[in-house]
């Protein structure tokens, strides 16, 4: 059996469908705003890390072995040297950020980060993008 439901989120209006063997939070009010911020200390210390990295001196294995290790290098030198995580969390945090407890029978609850953006096409497929994290 599912629970039929409806969020107001000004402007928007969520309805949601979820099996009755997971729901979010006790109440759907448990969805608020959120904003992004990474510490500053956290984003050196990755950069710290990057550039402290030794990278194996592999012969051209192709993909068979993971990715390129000049591919690698490349990128650990551009995420030290030149990304802006500042620049990049502004962006993001102009998005409609959002977060959610959510709960399956059997399993502790867990913090959820997301972003409910509507499509300007009427004809538009929904995606749900889910990433990995610690859950604390």
Same mark, same amino acid.
């Given at each position: 059996?599912?629970t039929v439901g409806r969020i107001?989120?000004?402007?928007?209006?969520?309805?949601?469908?979820?099996?009755?063997?997971?729901?979010?939070?006790?109440?759907?009010?448990?969805?608020?705003?959120?904003? #992004?911020? $990474?510490?500053?200390?956290?984003?050196?210390?990755?950069?710290?890390?990057?550039?402290? @990295?030794?990278? /194996?001196?592999?012969?051209?294995?192709?993909?068979?072995?993971g990715p390129p290790v000049e591919?690698?290098?490349?990128?650990?030198?551009?995420?030290?040297?030149?990304?802006?995580?500042?620049?990049?969390?502004?962006?993001?945090?102009?998005?409609?950020?959002?977060?959610?407890? #959510?709960? $399956?029978?059997?399993?502790?609850?867990?913090?959820?980060?997301?972003?409910?953006?509507? @499509?300007?096409? /009427?004809?538009?497929?929904?995606?749900?993008?889910?990433?990995?994290?610690?859950?604390?």
């Amino acid at each position: 059996s599912t629970t039929v439901g409806r969020i107001s989120l000004s402007p928007l209006e969520i309805i949601y469908i979820v099996p009755d063997a997971l729901t979010i939070g006790s109440t759907m009010e448990t969805i608020r705003p959120f904003r #992004i911020e $990474v510490p500053s200390s956290e984003v050196e210390y990755l950069k710290q890390r990057l550039r402290s @990295s030794r990278i /194996p001196h592999l012969f051209d294995a192709g993909w068979e072995y993971g990715p390129p290790v000049e591919d690698i290098k490349r990128i650990s030198k551009y995420w030290a040297e030149e990304f802006s995580w500042q620049s990049f969390e502004e962006r993001l945090n102009e998005l409609p950020n959002y977060e959610a407890a #959510i709960a $399956v029978d059997g399993f502790d609850p867990c913090q959820v980060h997301f972003i409910h953006q509507r @499509s300007d096409s /009427p004809d538009a497929i929904p995606l749900l993008f889910v990433h990995g994290c610690a859950c604390a």
